[in-house]
């Protein structure tokens, strides 16, 4: 594989579709108005945490003008059992979680569709719930493997003695909330069925795997389900496979034969869409009176419904980050009755190295090191786990290139030393990484008679930027200008590829589409002319996928925070995020910057703000909105920037790229967390850092 100098390819072009969005003639998959006879489905929501349903009465409901069909567990359509058991909607009777659809309203109007959906009498038998995680749960046990497939514990050398003898060591519980991923688009989808053909739009991270997953919950041939997303507002994973809404408005749309749209309200997302588990993780740290890790222990227990299993891999990390001759990580789960946690931007990573980097702060005071200095000693030449060289690492660049551009040198360790009137100035740095993964994608390439070139390629543009940088890689594998290249995606008709997840969209794409405009630019080369019904090459990476081994793909990176708390109210402020990343080859500058402040402002978000409130004895997190779930806004980010190291990594993929969608915000938390220590004096060990947490623990000023 070599990577080649290029034109399009590092440039900043503005968004391909840009104008059609800010036009409003980029239609989202609720917005298809050419679309006639359409009609609206209102979904049902529990309100216990566990039970069953004992009687649904729909009288009052149902012989209303305009309401078309009520849909309950006992004339909902039946649909094939998958493993994702969170899409067998209305299949039973049973309640595993508050806030699960239990029934759903189909009528010509979303206005009727809803008001009689709040009629709707739900009798329960309700049981006793358990929903509060609690790092002794009695539920408590050790899944297969942890998401997709990683080991659920791993182990080296001698850990315990190794902590025992250690000059100095850590031994600290980072605890972090459940967290609900909010796109700007809802989730949403219309669907239309012509016989036993089905199409949908729908909101979604890959129209390929949604296609793949109503086919079977069906019972249909794949090729019978056509899915497509051509603009998609955000998802952060909660659209990364096919979710509660495509199903919901595909069985209605088959009840009432006609089309069904369906939008979830924002109340709904916090239920059924999944979250990020909240975590509690335990992480002991020795090092040698150098600072040199000699042991590195993470434990974490998180949670899962009684559904299904899902298992955060949060640990993941921490086997890879440091060296040290002695390291465990192990993930337990409690099976809670509660919604099915789910992918959240850098699922596993993004909690996990919030515990990792608070804690290396935390040694780095012990041993009396710079923080930075700290990580750059433990420094791993190979990925400690599999003993791999790194296709290319530059953590190491980052830290100091982001010192230099943050002003790092000459910081007083002390904390709680510096005012600014009656507030508490400090700063910090934390690590960030992410993996470089890509998988197997198809791709078309088509050279028309008038020198204009066309791919398609079934990629999710989520908001990322991806269509345009697929259009900028296209361009430079068929040696054009952008200007007569156009990419076509979010259609399942184009064929398999992956999904806008894992940081590897652009990657997997980004090959297929280079592998299909080569072989187009030779095949154009040997005809002369291009005849009238031009020419097309299909390509398949899953060959080149699979023979890439021999090395640790993973992106690094630094992020420096400065963190200001007022003294007497406890407020905190983070006046200056700073990001250094190494993530190779960056495809287009401004999309890419983007992606990254986008990350470190999430990071941002879930240091201060977010957080899932649980009432126990409701048995849900009972912020349901955006005015009660905090997101980080304007006003909380005043100063952010996003640099990147110049990496060349000749292995990772012929584009020489890693993923940015996640990196960005794997770290950020932790080194908002230290610059509020070192502010403050006070570690705050739970997420977020509230100002309840603060008050009563500050200093008092003298000043
Ligand atoms: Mo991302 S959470 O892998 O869509």
Redesign the pocket.
């Known amino acids: 594989m070599s990577v080649t100098a290029t034109r399009a390819v590092g440039s900043a072009l503005g968004r391909i579709e840009g104008p059609a969005k800010v036009t409003g003639a980029a239609k989202y998959a609720g917005e298809q108005d050419d679309i006639q006879d359409v009609a609206y489905v209102w979904p049902v929501q529990s309100t216990i945490a566990k039970g069953r349903i004992r009687h649904i009465d729909d009288a009052p409901i149902r012989d209303r003008p305009q309401v078309l069909a009520v849909l309950t567990p006992d004339n909902a359509p039946h649909l094939q059992p998958l493993a994702d058991a969170e899409l067998a909607v209305l299949q039973t009777r049973n309640v595993a979680y508050r806030g699960q659809i239990v029934a759903a309203v189909v009528a010509q109007t979303l206005e009727t569709a809803r008001e009689a959906a709040e009629q709707l009498q739900i009798e329960y038998d309700e049981e006793a719930h358990d929903v509060e995680l609690t790092q002794d749960h009695q539920s408590l046990y050790k899944p297969e493997h942890v998401n997709p497939s990683f080991p659920t514990d791993t182990e080296q050398g001698e850990v315990d003695h190794a902590l025992a003898t250690a000059a100095f060591s850590v031994d600290h519980t980072y605890e972090t909330p459940a967290l609900h991923n909010n796109p700007m688009e809802p989730h949403a989808t219309l669907a239309i069925w012509h016989g036993d053909e089905l199409t949908l739009y729908d909101s979604n ?1 890959g129209a390929y795997s949604v296609q793949q997953t109503l086919a079977q919950l069906f019972d249909l041939d794949p090729a019978a389900v056509h899915v497509m997303s051509q603009h998609v507002g955000g ?3 909660s659209k ?1 496979t096919a979710r509660v809404n495509a199903v919901l408005a595909a069985m209605s749309a088959r009840l009432v034969r006609r089309p069904v749209k369906l939008a979830l309200h924002r109340h709904h997302q916090f239920a059924v869409v999944g979250y990020r588990t909240p975590t509690i993780q335990r992480i002991k740290l020795g090092a040698d009176a150098d600072g040199r890790l000699t042991a590195i222990s993470h434990d974490v227990v998180e949670q899962t419904s009684t559904l299904m299993e899902f298992a955060e891999q949060t640990a993941i990390a921490t086997r890879i980050m440091y060296a040290a001759p002695n390291r465990r990580t192990t993930h337990r789960l409690a099976r809670l009755d509660m919604p099915t946690p789910r ?5 596993g990573e993004c909690p996990g190295m919030y515990a990792l980097e608070s804690a290396m702060d935390e040694l780095a005071i012990e041993c009396d090191l710079d923080p930075l200095e700290l990580r750059i000693r433990n420094e791993p030449a190979r990925d400690p786990e599999s003993g791999k060289p790194w296709s290319s690492r530059s953590l190491v660049e980052c830290l100091r290139d982001g010192a230099d551009r943050f002003g790092w040198a000459g910081r007083d360790p002390r904390p709680a030393v510096r005012y600014d009137g009656s507030w508490l100035v400090g700063t910090g740095v934390a690590a960030s990484t992410y993996p470089a993964y890509a998988g197997p994608a198809t791709a078309a390439a088509r050279a028309e008679r008038d020198g204009t070139f066309v791919v398609r390629i079934t990629a999710s543009d989520i908001g990322t930027g991806a269509r345009t940088a697929l259009t900028q890689i296209a361009a430079d594998a068929l040696r054009v200008g952008t200007d007569v290249v156009r990419v076509d995606i979010g259609d399942s008709a184009f064929g398999q590829a992956n ?5 590897m969209g652009t990657a997997s794409w980004g090959w297929a589409v280079t592998k299909a405009c080569t072989e187009l630019r030779e095949e154009v080369g040997r005809h002369g002319e291009i005849p009238v019904d031009g020419i097309e090459v299909h390509a398949d990476t899953s060959a080149e996928i699979e023979a890439r081994t021999g090395y640790k793909f993973q992106g690094f990176g630094a992020q420096f925070a400065e963190a200001r708390v007022n003294v007497d109210t406890g407020e905190v402020r983070v006046p200056r995020l700073l990001g250094v990343f190494g993530v190779g080859r960056v495809i287009n500058s401004r999309t890419a910057r983007s992606q990254l402040i986008g990350g470190m402002t999430m990071g941002l978000s879930m240091a201060l703000h977010e957080e899932g409130v649980l009432d126990p004895a409701f048995g849900d997190y009972v912020n349901h909105d955006l005015a009660e779930y905090h997101v980080a806004s304007c006003a909380d980010v005043t100063d952010i920037a996003a640099h990147w190291v110049d990496e060349q990594d000749d292995h990772v993929n012929p584009m020489g790229s890693k993923g940015i ?2 990196i960005g915000i794997v770290g950020t938390a932790a080194a908002v967390a230290n610059a509020v220590h070192h502010a403050t004096g006070v570690r705050v060990r739970d997420l977020p850092i509230r100002l309840d947490k603060l008050l009563g623990r500050l200093p008092t000023r003298t000043g």
């Not at 999904?499 to 940081?503: F, K, P, R, T, Y």
């Open positions: 991270q998802g952060f994973g990364g992918w959240m931007r850098a699922p999904i806008a997840g894992g940081s969608g996640e």
